[in-house]
């Protein structure tokens, strides 16, 4: 397969008139006429059109009929047979939706008909200039006796099996959109700050109508964050949202019909939890604010994708932290970042932020792109502070709208609105891997504090030199008793080695560096468990508070992995007074009590040069857990009670941190009691938070049966209920039977292949339950590989994405390495195995 590489970018050689689409339905047989005009840049070129898995009937230049030859995924008409001035295109094609299960292009899903288009989706409706920096408007038809038609933009005209829609935006293809279904409005309304009225809607399969509630909210709870906190108004007269149950990713953010995967638009108090709720928040405020960063401002290239994604996950992580707690969210986004982002980074699929080559541009719609994209948007944001980002964005906003720009483009208007010089920040987009901090202390009687600063960049598999970067590392310094000795500074590191002096102090300080997560990096500080007690119990910043914990709990817990040493007094101290400390928000409190996760030991222990034992780490893990709540037994029961809101169902911020510390001290006392008060709570439960809760502990506890056939009876008929049912029994599963579970779920009636939501419910909670996936004898790794070949002939970007379970492979030791070598080399020789899913598979072996 072909390798395109960034250093290869031409810009498109014509520019297109408005384009003209008619769309007449049929699940086999949909036609799809197409018609634009192209005039020359300037010179003479071919005329290169992709087009997949298209059946062309016709294609005519200015109106006379040629002969096109469609060869390796495009039409190419040479210069010499084109006219010279400005010409029109119109092709003819077949599709065939129904037979579609790549979800790529048009594609049917219950009945109904639904597009995705980004990366390359577009070249599988028509043959066309797929790619993002060729932007025009669009003007579509769709004839069907379907009641609902939609498409981008505003709807024009419409009659009896038929809808017209037109754009007025000029957009690049992977952003078109078209839905055709027997659906149902969940209506609502919105004014933008300039009085233009938005009719909304979100359109759902009969029956879902009362699962829209939440999204409506939180659609116009985005529409007018965006307006007060960036100055972005809405831009068309209707906003479209459609829910689809087949989806391979969350949602995508075409203009003016965002289509979601039902999962992240449909909840009701008894089928979403507080983590779907929360999470379809994000989602739909991501996909809505793409409508400036990224639609509006596109990107020139696919190398060029954090542009968009990694701003936008920026703005949907501050707009979540302005609705729920900056605090809290600025944890779970390091969490995310650390499980996600750094995993890959330290791993064979390792890249750059923005990449320089890719065989399938859907593999690099990853953690690094995404998390640590957004990352560099934080990092930046604190260089030049809040109005140097204001001023920057503004800039970039006037000058850029209705462009298809760079990341060169992006840093200079920060450049430029800021006077900063960011040639070195700008190594951050190519240097691949998660950088260490490591800071050592100095202190001199006369006053005089110093903390030195050291970098280094671990190597990738693209053996790219790395150059120091610039790193923003927010410090503090308190005093013994727990003061502040200064406001925080953000100091500076441009060298691979800084010292920061500090001076006039009367008494040693204790600092609390890298708050706030200030940069994605592996901070190593060496501090005694003591110092770190007092941060958990004094730090001003709660990033880095929590964060003393973390390492405490760490710490403790790889002693007992690798020594068999019993948490310290000291510890189990820490962690009581902190579930004790009313001061402190529910979540929070949640948060500190969490163990590192399984995967993160083995990670943990792989960085420190040792061969993490997944059943080792599992067993020790849940050791530390009987423990904890050994020494916390006294207060569990009392907490259980004191954090179960009152009222009906609330997803609200602070119903949720309790629901969250509740379940927390319910996975403890069921340490204790072998599930008798999960089972009580599984009775009590009115609300499907709860309930999993629950039904979780009852798993772990090994009397969950009663408890999952009832689950099973009540929620059998409704498809995203049932992807938990099937997703918790394999996650809770304990390591020996986990792939047995899982094995015998796909034999389920409802088990269905086509669906990535309940494939990934199954294989994506096998690859997370850690010891059970890499069980010693390989049938973890046998199965996934198994089933990641089968759906591998139906949906390639989805297989592709599952096969990232075995990107931790050098982790682990000589026999399980062999094994999953073994996997991938069976994966690797499969006839007619997809690009994407080749892709990763060879990269992994590297
Ligand atoms: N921009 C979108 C990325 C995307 C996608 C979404 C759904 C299905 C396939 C997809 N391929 C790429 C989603 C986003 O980041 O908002
Ligand atoms: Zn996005």
Not at 155 to 160: T, W, Y
Not at 579 to 607: N, Q, W, Y
Request: with cysteine.
């Amino acid at each position: 397969p072909q390798t395109i590489h960034l250093a290869d970018y031409r810009p498109f050689p014509f520019t297109l008139g408005e384009v003209q689409l008619t769309f007449r339905l049929a699940p086999a047989a949909t036609r799809v006429l197409s018609r634009f005009t192209l005039a020359p840049k300037g010179g003479r070129e071919d005329l290169v059109l992709f087009g997949a898995h298209l059946r062309l009937i016709r294609a005519a230049v200015n109106g006379a009929e040629i002969r096109a030859e469609p060869k390796d995924g495009q039409i190419r008409i040479a210069a010499a047979d084109l006219p010279e001035g400005p010409f029109t295109w119109e092709a003819e094609v077949e599709i065939d939706p129904a037979g579609n299960t790549a979800l790529e292009g048009l594609y049917m899903s219950n009945g109904m008909y639904c597009t995705q288009c980004e990366a390359e989706g577009f070249r599988r409706i028509t043959f066309y200039p797929d790619r993002p920096d060729v932007m025009t408007t669009f003007r579509v038809r769709i004839e069907s006796d379907l009641p609902v038609l939609l498409s981008n933009g505003n709807p024009v005209a419409e009659g009896p099996g038929f809808a017209e829609w037109h754009d007025p935006w000029p957009k690049p293809s992977y952003l078109f959109a078209l839905v055709a279904g027997d659906l149902r409005a969940h209506p609502g309304q919105f004014t933008t700050r300039s009085g233009r009225e938005v009719a909304l809607n979100i359109w759902v399969r009969p029956g879902d109508e009362d699962r829209c509630d939440w999204a409506l909210t939180s659609l116009k709870a985005s529409m007018r964050w965006d307006e007060e906190v960036y100055g972005r108004e809405y831009d068309l007269d209707i906003f479209n949202i459609v829910a689809v149950d087949d989806f391979n990713m969350g949602a995508m953010e075409n203009k003016g019909l965002n289509i979601f995967n039902s999962r992240a638009v449909l909840a009701r108090a008894d089928t979403a939890t507080d983590a779907d709720f929360m999470r379809i928040e994000a989602i739909i405020a991501h996909e809505y604010f793409h409508n400036w960063t990224g639609n509006r401002i596109t990107c020139r290239d696919w190398f060029q994708l954090c542009l968009k994604e990694g701003l936008t996950v920026f703005r949907d992580q501050q707009f979540t932290g302005d609705l729920r707690g900056a605090a809290v969210k600025r944890i779970e986004d390091a969490l995310t970042l650390r499980d996600r982002q750094f995993r890959e980074d330290t791993g064979p699929l390792a890249h750059p932020v923005r990449p320089s080559s890719f065989v399938e541009i859907n593999n690099f719609y990853t953690a690094t792109v995404y998390e640590k994209g957004a990352e560099l948007i934080g990092m930046l944001k604190r260089l030049v502070g809040d109005a140097g980002y204001k001023a920057a964005l503004d800039l970039y906003f006037t000058r850029h709208d209705g462009q298809a720009c760079t990341l060169e483009d992006w840093l200079k208007v920060f450049e430029e609105a800021t006077g900063r010089d960011l040639t070195q920040f700008a190594r951050w987009y190519s240097q691949a891997g998660t950088p260490r901090l490591e800071v050592s202390e100095a202190w001199d009687e006369a006053g005089v504090f110093t903390l030195t600063l050291r970098q280094s960049q671990p190597e990738t598999p693209d053996g790219v030199e790395k150059l120091p970067l610039h790193i923003p590392v927010v410090t503090g310094l308190l005093n013994p008793n727990g003061d502040e000795l200064a406001p925080s500074v953000t100091l500076e590191l441009t060298e691979t080695e800084q010292s920061f002096r500090f001076e006039g102090l009367s008494t040693r300080p204790i600092a609390s560096v890298l708050r706030d997560f200030s940069a994605p990096v592996i901070l190593s500080h060496r501090q005694s468990d003591a110092t770190r007690a007092f941060l958990l119990a004094h730090d001003s910043d709660p990033f880095n508070r929590w964060e003393a914990g973390r390492t405490l709990s760490r710490e403790v817990l790889a002693r007992l992995i690798s020594e068999g040493t019993p948490p310290s007094a000291d510890w189990l101290a820490a962690m009581a007074a902190l579930l004790r400390d009313e001061s402190l928000e529910p979540a929070f409190r949640a948060l500190c009590l969490r163990l590192p996760g399984e995967d993160d030991m083995a990670a943990t222990l792989a960085g420190s040069g040792l061969v993490p034992d997944p059943h080792h780490i599992h067993r020790a893990r849940r050791s530390l857990q009987t423990t904890l709540a050994r020494h916390l037994a006294p207060q569990l029961p009392g907490l259980i009670r004191a954090m179960t809101p009152q009222g009906p169902y609330s997803p609200d911020p602070t119903s949720t941190g309790q629901r969250s510390l509740k379940n927390m001290a319910l996975a403890l006392q069921t340490r204790l009691d072998g599930g008798a008060a999960a089972q009580s709570a599984w009775q009590a439960a009115d609300n499907m938070t709860d309930q999993m809760a629950a039904l979780a502990c009852l798993i772990e506890a090994g009397c969950a049966g009663t408890a999952l056939r009832a689950f099973e009876a009540r929620y059998g008929g409704d498809r995203l209920v049932m992807d938990k049912w099937f997703m918790t029994q394999v996650l809770c599963a304990p390591p020996e039977t986990a792939a047995d579970v899982a094995e015998a779920l796909t034999a389920h009636p409802k088990f269905d292949l086509k669906n990535p939501n309940r494939f990934r419910a199954v294989f994506g909670a096998l690859s997370a339950n850690h010891a059970g996936f890499h069980r010693a004898d390989g049938t973890g790794y046998r199965l996934l590989a198994d089933w990641l070949l089968r759906l591998d002939a139906l949906n390639p970007q989805t297989a592709a994405r599952m096969s990232t379970a075995f990107e931790t492979l050098p982790r682990y030791d000589a026999d399980r390495q062999a094994m999953m070598r073994e996997e991938l080399q069976r994966l690797k020789a499969a006839p007619r195995l997809s690009r994407d899913l080749g892709e990763m598979v060879s990269r992994m072996l590297g």
